[in-house]
């Protein structure tokens, strides 16, 4: 049973015809079967079209470096199979024309897709309880959130239930549920990787990444999504490096910036910290160099982000108004304007309504230049802090989140303290920059909770994030560990 092996243990073994895709899928729809109903991870599932895409690997029709292994996408990325529906009644019934570039990728690569899993509405969470169809559970104790939005692609690959997963990350929707999950999720720099085909929630923000149980995993991943889209004008033309090469190369003389704003006076739960503190003492003993750094406009990040974010959300998700895109509601209405209200007001769940009102207020005339406008100058700074920073160190570290994962329930009714689990990360979508999440330790409890460590990096910085996140991740057990599931 390969549940919880690695994306690359599970490829070199499907190569070495230790297992052919096609029982290696059906393991992953079997534990699918026994499990969703714990953890709800998935939206939809396509057990056909993966058994055909495995047998095809099997028969030598399809070949690649992720020839035969099952993964799971986030059901943000358009798909010409099934539907795409960013977990909201908006799009329920929506199927896409197109396959995003990202998909048109792995599939070249010869993965086998289970199926799409489940968010927060439009990516817009830190727990996928914005979810119009389900709250995803955490593996590790299903009283408890995955973290989002990406939290049922986490889920699911910390469940066991694929051999890897793809998310997408504009604020932390990648890191935090990795964090939580007890799994590695990696924030790839903006531009790194085509956007084409990802329903925009941020389009200055939002970037695609992978979900693995360890750093290879990911290397591996970034590997074949990675590279520039002449249907993205934002990915950049840039070569891409194989992440692989030299992973397992230890970085002599890393220098790691440790910043005197990631320590909160409050809100930091002490087992984090104590799992952070231990972390910098094993990058020490491995002959890493601490760098104390400044990044002084960091406690204006959240107040930023929640402006630039719900502008460009409010813009993006206009077009879905009963009549361009998504659901149109069946109440008799007057004009088309009570169409466009009652279509939205049906469609949207109440955190993407949050959202884009706090949006269209601050677009709106005689606002744009006292929040818009002052949000996008503070960005600038937040950029320039990491760009003084990154020259007195190689990688930035720091707390992935401020606590472990949190009951269901336990902060929707205060969206304030749901936005503030974002603390940590949504600086680097920010800035630009790289940023990696490995777990680095567990609560102590009947059922520990898995803890993870955040390292950030200069943009296209990523070969050296990941072997410096690899210096780590091979010192340490953490990785290694696993859910006990009934």
Known sequence: MLAFDSLVAARDAIR???????????QALARIEMLEPQILAYNSTYPDLALKQAAEVDAGRR????AGVPIALKDNLCTTFGTTTCSSKMLENFRAPYDATIVQKLEQAGAVFLGKTNLDEFAMGSSTENS??????????????PGGSSGGSAAALASGMCCASIGSDTGGSIRQPAALCGVVGLKPTYGRVSRYGLVAFASSLDQIGPFGWNVPDVALLLNVIAGRDARDSTSVPAEVPDHLAELDQPIKGLRIGIAKEYTLESGMDPQVSSAIDAAVKQYRSLGAELVEVSLPHTEYGIAAYYVIAPCE???NLAR???????????????DIIELFSKSRAEGFGPEVQRRIMIGTYALSSGYYDAYYVRALKMRTLIQRDFTEAFEKCDVILSPTSPTPAFKAGEKTADPLQMYLCDVFTVTCNIAGIAGISLPCGFTTGDKPLPIGLQLLGPAFSEPRLLRAARMYERSTDWSSRRPKLD
Do not use: C, M, Q
Request: proline share 6%.
């Open 320 to 334: 879905y108004d009963g009549v361009h895109f998504g659901h149109r509601t069946k109440e008799p209405v007057k």
């Open 63 to 66: 070949s690649g470096p992720l």
């Open 313 to 315: 959300a409010s813009s």
């Open 132 to 145: 119009a169809f389900k709250t995803t559970r955490n593996p590790w104790d299903t009283s408890r959130v």
């Open 16 to 26: 070495s015809k230790k297992i052919s895709s096609v029982e290696l899928t059906r």
